[in-house]
C-alpha cells in the first residue's frame, strides 16, 4: 500500500474541535457513511492515525 503525507497548518481553535470530533466519532458513526464494513474500519483506522498525530502535536482533549 502506498502511504501518503499530509500536513495541515490549523489555528489552535480548528485543531482542538477537530481533536474533539476524532475523539468521539466511532464505528456506527463510520459505518453510517460507508460503502461496507471494511471501509467502516478504514476510516476508524484513518481518523486514530490522524488523533495520534494532533496528540503528538499537543492537541489531545481528554
Do not use: F, N
Amino acid at each position: 500500500m502506498d502511504h501518503i503525507t499530509v500536513q495541515v497548518d490549523l489555528p489552535q481553535d480548528l485543531a482542538w474541535a477537530l481533536a474533539q470530533l476524532l475523539k468521539r466519532i466511532g464505528y456506527s458513526d463510520c459505518r453510517a457513511l460507508a460503502e461496507d464494513d471494511e471501509q467502516a474500519y478504514q476510516m476508524i483506522e484513518a481518523t486514530e492515525q490522524v488523533r495520534k498525530a494532533l496528540a503528538q502535536a499537543g492537541v489531545a482533549p481528554r
